[in-house]
């Protein structure tokens, strides 16, 4: 179980 | 040197996704990507997918979170929205 970054750019 | 464009994200404003973008679902979430600027960014939740698909049916960014983002999450979805501003995957209607 919060802390996983929603988006991430290339 | 290139130029660049700074948007702030003003989430009592309303947004929807950025025409030069395409998304495509996949099982973490979906890909992005702007055929202007060559970004590609990952969504990687099923939920911000439904809040960036759905965007364009509310009046601004907080009644769209307000609506489909349970209530401990919101200031995450929120973040996130903000990232995609400045990506340009999102764009102010």
Known sequence: ESEELLVEEV | M????????????????????SLRDESFGALAYHHGTRRLVFLKSRELVAVVRQLSDFDSADAAILALVPEGQRARYSTALTSLVRSEILCER
């Open chain 2, 2 to 21: 290139t130029s660049s464009t700074v948007v702030a994200f003003d989430a009592s404003a309303p947004w929807q996704l950025n025409e030069q973008v």
